[in-house]
């Protein structure tokens, strides 16, 4: 067995970075997530406010749905958070990838893996 592979990393470093983008995604719609429910409000008011029904709210909470970054800027406005992504080139290591994210001007995430 590869020891790379054993643990978790893959020799391929495309679909290395590709997993730790999803990660990367899928924590910051957690996140959003997190913020709708603490400023108490609905599926149905946000879906409201974005102009949609709760279903498609629903699927895009619970990554049913590849969404544009226009349907993240209209579920952000409807629950009033700030998203601000820094997008940095990757270093000379096949395994490492430098993103952070900040919401509301608060970082909640910074990888570095190598």
Do not use: C
């Amino acid at each position: 067995m590869d020891l790379i592979k054993a643990l978790g990393y893959d020799s391929n470093p495309k679909a290395h970075l590709a997993r730790n983008l999803t990660r990367d995604h899928h924590e910051m719609v957690k996140a959003l997530v997190k913020i709708r429910k603490d400023n108490g409000l609905s599926l149905r008011k946000v879906a409201e406010d974005m102009g949609t029904d709760a279903s498609a709210v629903h699927r895009f909470e619970t990554g049913q749905t590849d969404f544009r970054l226009s349907t993240l800027r209209r579920y952000a406005i409807a629950i009033g958070a700030n998203i601000h992504t820094t997008v940095t080139p990757l270093e000379n290591t096949p395994n490492y990838t430098s993103v952070k994210t900040v919401w509301g001007g608060t970082p909640i995430k910074s990888i570095g893996t190598r």
